[in-house]
């Protein structure tokens, strides 16, 4: 789970991320936000893939897998993008936003996908830079890739889900929750939402290694963030506007459980509001 992101690629990823916002979402803020009630009712799902970086991360060398164990078992299916429709014609008269939704787990493959997704959708006039974000985890560099693409396209990105009803082509947008690597994601959001049902949680940082003992036994080896890792995620956190006290508190928890943020610690840290 060790590596070098290639700078090369993370700067043809910034390029790309780049010409896609400047066709698609020089877009009024207030256009969006005026439209999207909360919570709401959404109509269909569809589609995947490619990415961007805004820090250069070469300098971290890990690719640290962030993943609480009890939210794994719920959710490990890799993360993919679809569209959603946000409200019904009489709400917005005929024309309704569409917001993205990313739900799954984070791989230093995601970024690369979402970019790929919003070039597939530029013709979309509908569509709205909102992301509801819900995931279990993943790689923190491929995290941080994927917060640094939400940044570049000015999303607001909000902690939540899309539940579908049984029986019914209707789906409802219902609490999320967004663990251990997915936070980081999240703070790429240009503004930040999570309301009071959703959750945040953090961690420590650990990558679980299957190694080869003297006798040829094979044990598990936990390996965790190198200080100047923790130090480069910090600064990542404070460059996305978030406090980055936050990293030190996360790198105090243990890898075997999760903390649930407070809404205190949600203001105290600038991770977000309850609305938008």
């Given amino acids: 789970m060790f590596g070098r992101v290639p700078v090369g690629s993370v700067a043809q990823s910034e390029l790309k991320v780049d010409s896609i916002i400047d066709r698609r979402f020089e877009t009024n803020d ?8 909360w919570p709401t009712r959404s109509t269909s799902m569809e589609h995947r893939r490619h990415r961007n970086n805004l820090l250069v991360i070469s300098v971290l060398g890990w690719c640290l897998a962030l993943l609480w ?9 890799p993360m993919s993008f679809a569209l959603t429709t946000i409200g019904t014609e009489t709400q917005c008269h005929g024309s309704c936003p569409e917001v993205i ?6 791989s230093n493959e995601t970024a690369d996908q979402f970019v790929t997704f ?8 509908d569509l709205r830079p909102v992301v509801l974000l819900q995931s279990p985890g993943g790689t923190v560099v491929g995290a941080m890739q994927l917060g640094s693409a939400f940044r570049k396209i000015g999303a607001a990105v909000i902690v939540a889900a899309l539940t579908a009803e049984p029986g019914s082509n209707i789906a409802q ?7 251990s690597a997915c936070v980081y994601a999240f703070l790429g959001g240009k503004r930040r939402v999570v309301p009071p049902v959703s959750r945040l949680g953090i961690h420590r940082m650990v990558i679980d290694e299957a190694v ?10 936990r390996i965790y963030g190198s200080s100047e890792f923790v130090s480069s995620l910090s600064a990542y956190a404070k460059l996305m506007g978030a406090d980055p006290r936050m990293i030190a508190y996360a790198e105090r928890i243990s890898p075997d459980a999760i903390h649930i943020v407070t809404a205190e610690e949600i203001r105290r840290w600038r991770l977000g509001g309850p609305r938008l």
């Avoid at 919003?118 to 006039?125: A, R």
């Fill in 101 to 106: 939704v990313a739900d799954g787990e984070i």
């Fill in 118 to 125: 919003l070039s597939e959708h530029l013709k979309d006039s």
């Fill in 30 to 37: 207030r256009v969006w936000r005026d439209r999207m009630p």
């Fill in 212 to 221: 080869r003992d003297p006798s040829g036994a094979m044990e598990r080896q």
């Fill in 173 to 179: 947008v219902t609490p999320g929750s967004c663990y």
């Fill in 69 to 77: 164990p009890a939210a794994a078992a719920l959710a490990a299916e």
